[in-house]
């Protein structure tokens, strides 16, 4: 049961960085991201076969991880540019159909160019207790790097001046601009720093398990069950809902099967949204 | 005149292609507090917003300190100085009384010394510095919309109806800490509806109907005319 549990913490700090990543986006600027893991498996593919080329695996990663934040980037300067111009709910439509174009185009590509590259980060040495429990060096690094990954993006959301700015922009825009903030400058550098959590999850998971070409599609799901979980522009939110949701995914995947686990884990989203219609720590 | 701050000329502004607000021409001199009365759909808070960059005007000009404003995005108006604070107020209402004020410095991180200004002019801010600003009263938001325009160091305050959803005693008390703010030489455009505080507090005035300035004058010239005076101080 414990075994079961640390596993479900593992996987829930992973869904928490997909989350957190979609989440921003969307507060920032009403961008439902639908090819958020679609954008991790590209940049778990670039560290793959950067690595089938002879690369150092820790080289390989960063650079699958910066690739995808830049694509993040220019994503935003172009593709999107007509998006914000739109307001409201054609805004989000527009973003959203957008964006599960590209979603669709990485899908075509990679199973076009690289039908069975995966990725698989191994760790070498033997399981290290925790509580008892012989976990894997692969799940403790991935922990690890979640963790410090999101601490260090709450502490710059918390307490840096841009963090702040963020912040701003997705809790009052109009109040942003009349501050002297410009709103589009902070969402372009959040969608790269959205990317770079996208990949840094592919990174992550591929420490526990291989990460395939095709994996896109399930990873924006689960992405967009934390997100709106936690509350769509709740980094907090999405975190919490990542951890908790991990867990639920993983205990019930070990006890009834990981088919029923998916229909379980859409339920108990379902559920917290008729408990709580703006998520766990929604905003505005 | 040399010494105008804001010029504004033949200033036309509306919505979805129609003009609400015709042809207004206005000026206000550093060191100045000029009014800008009307009743309620007057065209007020459309000109105002058409001046700060949330509004692109559909003609005329706007001149701050010399530089052309039309075409310049809200957020660059703000850092030059010209700093608008809205009827809405448009607070952060998921942070703290300080976090407002420190965006209000943006992008610099203000130094104790900008804070303790704010803090003498509105102690209040103070008392409730780790409250949410969505949690703040009516008259606190207020003031915290003020004491966050402050944190610019603005050169030209504009304010849009600061006595918006407060009771006659706090609209009272937020105007009394703008007398306050024009005693040390802020320089402030003011629209207001209820035109008694406005034309106490201001030097001049500019009397807007239907989009149109129909008279302008110092404020015991408004004050003093039949018209103003059965218009709006229900004499
Ligand atoms: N977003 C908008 N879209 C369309 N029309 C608008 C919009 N905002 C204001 N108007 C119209 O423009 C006219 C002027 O409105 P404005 O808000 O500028 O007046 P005001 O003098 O500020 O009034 P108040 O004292 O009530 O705030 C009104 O007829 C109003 O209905
Ligand atoms: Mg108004």
Redesign the pocket.
Known sequence: MTAVALDGIVLGLQFGILGVGLTLVYGLGGIVNLAHGQMAVLAAIVTARLIDSGSPAVVAAFVGVVAVSVLGVVLDLTLMRPVYRQQGEHRVLLGLLLMLGVGFVIDGLLEWRYPIEALSLRFQGDPIPVLGVAMRRGSLVASAISVAAGGVLVMLLRWTTFGRATRSVIQDETGARLCGINPAAVRTVVFGVSGALAGLVAITVAMTRPVVSTDGVNLTTFGLIVAVVGGLGSVPGAFLAGIILGVVNTISAFYIGSYVSTILLLLAAATTLLLRPRGLLGIG | MTDELLIVDSLSAG??GED?VHDVSLTVAAGEVVAVI?S???????MLQSVCGLLAPSGGSVRFDGVELAGVKAHRIARSGLVYVP?ERHLFPHMSVRENLFLGAYPTRPSADQLGMVYRVFPRLEERTGQLAGTLSGGEQQMLAVGRALMAGPRLLILD?PSTGLSPILASEAYAALVELRRDGLTVLVAE?QVPLALDLADRGYVLDRGRIELTGTSSQLAADEGVQRAYLGV
């Open positions: 919505y979805l609400v009307g309620n759909g007057s065209g007020k808070s459309t009827a109806e509806q």
